[in-house]
């Protein structure tokens, strides 16, 4: 039914970005895409709609001529004219189909975090959520997964209401996902971040362990973000993710 994907273009390149969203694009006719992503612009031209969500809130959806305007100039219309945060401004610039079928509704959502999250999608569309913060991301991640409960609004999967507990479950209701998330395959929980970047080096780098600056510069770049002594289990998505890039 729908496909939700997370960060997924982070260790792609442009064109591979491109290919990426040229085969969701072709797919399109057999499911839904729902893309949650910073902002970048590689892919737009294969959207159909975009999500601005800020500080929890969404504060704008566009129908806008997505191909023919750069994103930046999107995202500053949309948050010139939203205004306040609690404003909600739509454009509608694509024809509606008679044969109009949402797939997914949600309104006004709140969580732990979301304040005001709205979105509507039709049957074999791409949208794409984008988020100025971590904690959005992971909120609008685990709406989708069961990891993040609801404390208000509702969300409609095929005109049912979606409760779900667990990301099995999800599946079972006809949500996919993909995320990328390298670091859970790079690195190594039960060591330090030194001793991760440590190992990694001995391969790239000859005398590794036999000259003290190496570890050094390691441990320099290491402190600088207070990560020295910790293990890398005890770390954030977003620590995790300095380490690995």
């Not at 992503?37 to 997505?66: C, K, Y």
């Not at 999800?170 to 991760?196: C, D, H, R, S, W």
């Not at 570890?215 to 973000?225: N, P």
Request: proline share 1%; charged share 30%; with cysteine.
């Amino acid at each position: 039914k729908i496909v939700v994907l997370q960060d997924v273009i982070g260790a792609l390149a442009k064109p591979e970005i491109e290919e990426l969203f040229a085969f969701l694009n072709q797919m399109k006719k057999e499911m839904t895409f729902l893309v949650i992503a910073g902002f970048e612009e590689v892919g737009t031209r294969h959207l159909d709609r975009l999500v601005l969500v800020q500080n929890g809130r969404t504060i704008a959806m566009s129908q806008l001529m997505i191909r023919k305007k750069g994103l930046n100039q999107i995202l500053q219309v949309l948050i010139n004219e939203s205004g306040k945060p609690d404003r909600l401004t739509m454009h509608v610039s694509k024809e509606i189909s008679k044969e109009r079928k949402v797939v997914l509704l949600a309104e006004h959502v709140c969580t732990e975090f979301l304040e005001d999250f709205n979105i509507e999608m039709e049957t074999g569309e791409i949208q794409k959520i984008y988020y100025s913060d971590e904690r959005t991301k992971e909120h609008l991640w685990g709406l989708f997964t069961g990891e993040n409960r609801k404390n208000r609004g509702h969300i409609y999967l095929e005109r049912k209401e979606y409760k779900i507990h667990d990301i099995a479950e999800a599946v079972k209701k006809g949500v996919g996902f993909v995320v990328e998330k390298p670091y859970q395959n790079e690195l190594m929980e039960n060591i330090t971040a030194v001793e991760n970047i440590s190992m990694l080096l001995q391969e790239k780098v000859k005398g590794y362990w036999m000259f003290r600056k190496y570890r050094q510069s390691v441990e320099g770049y290491i402190r600088e973000m207070n990560l020295k002594e910790k293990k890398i289990r005890n770390l954030s998505s977003l620590e995790r993710q300095k380490i690995v890039y």
